[in-house]
């Protein structure tokens, strides 16, 4: 059992021999339909929006055009995509009683696309985290150009797919309405291998949660070092050094809390997802609460799309002013949308330096407005 798991669904691992206690959950599960449907639709309401300014702000500023930029973008695509396509048909799945009502294609369509977006998040997530180590380790290097990361989005979009393609192979759709029975079933399914299902969802773990969040705490201990030992002579360097680590300081932050807050989201889920392979009987979790405790994960590990908005307009200096700047353009005031949002004064244009601060002073490049823009595209 992975994220593609539909809950609710009518599971024959979730019934085994005790289809009453079964039933006797959906029907616990329906008495908190009024509590449940509420929060999965403030989920995708907050998502989509959410995710949708992030996208259109990064994809109409030029200057915010740079690797990480893209890469997040990539991340809110993946999180709209599962607000739009998986949130909704999976929570209106969890409350039908006859089972799948939407058909074959979308049956296939959503457990496949569930955990190629998981995959997508925890790959952009840990490139991200690769990203900005090169920034820290190598202030003067090359930036990456946007046709490479182009080319990095494509190959997490294609190895997702490729990690996912095992639950579409083993998903089963089951029209039983045909023979009397008010039961449709689209569920992933694995006959007599459930060896290795258990394989299959061990790597899961390990692939989509395990080693990426590994990647990024390695990466990010690593800048944390960097950052502390950096060091440089004189005190406009020192003070040059400063202004720049504060600014690393804060992209670090909100880089290290939007891992946070996937790695906690999906804990529960991943968990859950664990138990019932080892229980295929569900032994460990009472049958009559199995429903509410998988939707409960599932709402919680869906709300990780809603975050990254959130985090990203309150710590990223330059997305919060140019959202700010549409808004207010939106809203009819013209004279703050002819304001550019963040025209430094011409005191700090002319005095910003690009330093290698591995190097000292002798690797100052530039000190004009040209240097101080180069200097100061972090993100």
């Not at 046709?147 to 190895?159: D, E, F, M, T």
């Not at 946070?260 to 049958?287: E, G, R, S």
């Not at 700010?324 to 939106?330: A, I, V």
């Amino acid at each position: 059992m992975n994220a593609s798991q539909l809950p609710g669904a009518p599971s024959a691992a979730a019934s085994g021999n005790g289809s009453a206690e079964h039933f006797e959950g959906l029907a616990v599960l329906l008495q908190l339909k009024p509590l449940f449907v509420p929060l999965y639709a403030l989920l995708t309401l907050v998502g989509v929006v959410g995710n949708s300014a992030l996208i259109a702000v990064i994809a109409r500023t030029r200057r915010l055009h740079t690797a990480t930029n893209f890469l997040i973008g990539n991340l809110s695509l993946s999180d709209l995509l599962v607000c739009v396509t998986c949130v909704p048909v999976s929570v209106a799945h969890a409350f039908e009683p006859r089972g799948w009502p939407y058909g074959p294609a979308l049956c296939y369509f959503v457990t496949f696309m569930q955990p190629t977006t998981v995959y997508v998040s925890v790959l952009s997530l840990a490139a991200i985290a690769v990203d900005r180590y090169v920034v820290v380790a190598h202030p003067i290097r090359r930036r990456v150009s946007v046709r490479a990361c182009g080319y990095a989005v494509l190959v997490i979009w294609l190895l997702s797919a490729a990690l996912a393609s095992p639950v579409a192979a083993n998903t089963l759709y089951n029209d039983f309405r045909p023979q009397g029975h008010q039961l449709v079933v689209c569920e992933e399914l694995w006959y007599e291998r459930e060896g290795q299902r258990l394989a299959y969802s061990c790597s899961t773990i390990f692939i989509s949660y395990m080693l990426p969040l590994s990647t990024i705490s390695v990466s990010y201990c690593a800048i944390t070092a960097r950052l502390e030992r950096r060091a440089m002579p004189g005190a406009i360097l020192r003070q040059t050094q400063e202004k720049w680590r504060l600014k690393k300081r804060k992209t670090f932050r909100m880089l290290v809390l939007s891992a946070l807050t996937f790695a906690i989201c999906w804990l529960p889920l991943q968990t859950f997802n664990l138990i019932h392979d080892l229980d295929a009987q569900v032994v460990i979790i009472d049958k009559r609460y199995f429903n509410v405790v998988q939707l409960s994960c599932h709402w919680l590990a869906m709300s990780s799309t809603c975050y990254n908005p959130f985090i990203y307009a309150s710590l990223h200096d330059k997305f919060k002013a140019e959202l700010t700047r549409r808004l207010l353009t939106r809203g009819g005031r013209g004279s703050a949308a002819r304001t550019p949002a963040t025209r430094s004064p011409p005191s700090a244009r002319t005095s910003h330096v690009h330093v290698s601060f591995a190097s000292g002073a002798s690797e100052i490049l530039s000190a004009g407005r040209g240097g101080a823009q180069q200097a100061s595209e972090l993100l």
